[in-house]
T-cell receptor
Framework: NAGVTQTPKFQVLKTGQSMTLQCAQDMNHEYMSWYRQDPGMGLRLIHYSVGAGITDQGEVPNGYNVSRSTTEDFPLRLLSAAPSQTSVYFC??????????????FGPGTRLTVL | AQSVTQPDIHITVSEGASLELRCNYSYGATPYLFWYVQSPGQGLQLLLKYFSGDTLVQGIKGFEAEFKRSQSSFNLRKPSVHWSDAAEYFCAVGGTGNQFYFGTGTSLTVIP
């Protein structure tokens, strides 16, 4: 199993540009999520999904869009990038049958810089 | 409101010394508690988790943590630190819902 994969590893954008961060998992996990990690703030939940066609907002959803058309993929879209979105982005997945006790598996992260 | 507090931003210990990283949580229901480790430039790896039963849980790499409900704490410990333990450590809380809350992290430096 490849686990959770993310592309790209690094990205530089100009203010106002749009882009999609890709996330895929091969563990057949129902739950997938996106976090951003900023210095001194830990990881904060952006959006999550409990299955194909079902998404919901986390703690910091503004400026981001998600969709889940398959179990495997959960892309994160930045509609109009802003410098405040400079961060490291992590995708994670887990089963949901354990009712929240299951381990979340994290991808290696995408380091995004918005100029 | 749900939250996790890690009061120590940075800790320095000598190799071979014992380690305790503090974590306090606020959660409105039965908490599920986790400790993750992040090496530089890497993703997060689960060290251990607690959701019921014995309040002292063992994890990987020789780490353990103790859940104390009365103190709303879930401190991470290791009896003898190795240089390879230098990393950032995150405490997190979740539950039967779908949201998950991380602390701000504690950076560990190990002195040879």
């Amino acid at each position: 199993n490849a686990g959770v994969t993310q592309t790209p590893k690094f990205q530089v954008l100009k203010t106002g540009q749009s882009m999609t961060l890709q996330c895929a998992q091969d563990m057949n996990h129902e739950y997938m999520s996106w976090y951003r990690q900023d210095p001194g703030m830990g990881l904060r939940l952006i959006h999550y999904s409990v299955g194909a066609g079902i998404t919901d907002q986390g703690e910091v959803p503004n400026g981001y869009n998600v969709s889940r058309s398959t179990t495997e993929d959960f892309p994160l879209r930045l509609l109009s990038a802003a410098p405040s979105q400079t961060s490291v982005y992590f995708c994670a997945s887990r089963r949901i049958r354990g009712g929240g006790t299951d381990t979340q598996y994290f991808g290696p992260g995408t380091r995004l810089t918005v100029l | 409101a749900q939250s996790v507090t890690q009061p120590d931003i940075h800790i320095t210990v000598s190799e071979g010394a014992s380690l305790e990283l503090r974590c306090n949580y606020s959660y409105g229901a039965t908490p599920y508690l986790f400790w993750y480790v992040q090496s530089p430039g890497q993703g997060l790896q689960l060290l251990l988790k607690y959701f019921s039963g014995d309040t002292l849980v063992q994890g990987i790499k020789g780490f353990e943590a103790e859940f104390k409900r009365s103190q709303s704490s879930f401190n991470l410990r290791k009896p003898s630190v190795h240089w390879s333990d230098a990393a950032e450590y995150f405490c997190a809380v979740g539950g039967t819902g779908n949201q998950f809350y991380f602390g701000t992290g504690t950076s560990l430096t190990v002195i040879p």
